[in-house]
Nanobody, 120 residues
Framework: QVQLVESGGGSVQAGGSLRLSCAVSGLIASSYAVGWFRQAPGKERDSVAAICWHGGNTNYVDSVKGRFTISRDNAKTTVYLQMNRLKPPETAAYYC?????????????WGQGTKVTVSS
């Protein structure tokens, strides 16, 4: 059974940092890419960052480039999202998801989300 569990959310002031974790089980590390998404109240879920199975290829939405870093530790089957210089509009529920093979194949396994609140 595939399971993704996010953790690390919380409340932080603008300009602060958080590191989210996504623990993946039920998948072989070399078989999936992982993406981070966020959904603010009343808005659609948007892609934030993605990483291929070996970690050598990453992708970020323009608004987080230079501030967020996605990484993975396949030995721990965990993917991280380091978020620096957070902004209040980035308050949202953050989700991780796994895609078989490449992120271009689409995400079919999702976590339950972790909430991030950025106050001004």
């Amino acid at each position: 059974q595939v399971q993704l569990v996010e953790s690390g959310g919380g409340s932080v002031q603008a300009g602060g940092s958080l590191r989210l974790s996504c623990a993946v089980s039920g998948l072989i590390a070399s078989s999936y890419a992982v993406g981070w998404f966020r959904q603010a109240p009343g808005k659609e879920r948007d892609s934030v960052a993605a990483i291929c199975w070996h970690g050598g290829n990453t992708n970020y939405v323009d608004s987080v480039k230079g501030r967020f870093t996605i990484s993975r530790d396949n030995a721990k089957t965990t993917v991280y999202l380091q978020m620096n210089r957070l902004k209040p509009p980035e308050t949202a529920a953050y989700y991780c998801a796994a895609a078989e093979g490449s992120w271009s194949n689409g995400y079919n396994n999702w976590g339950q989300g972790t909430k991030v609140t950025v106050s001004s």
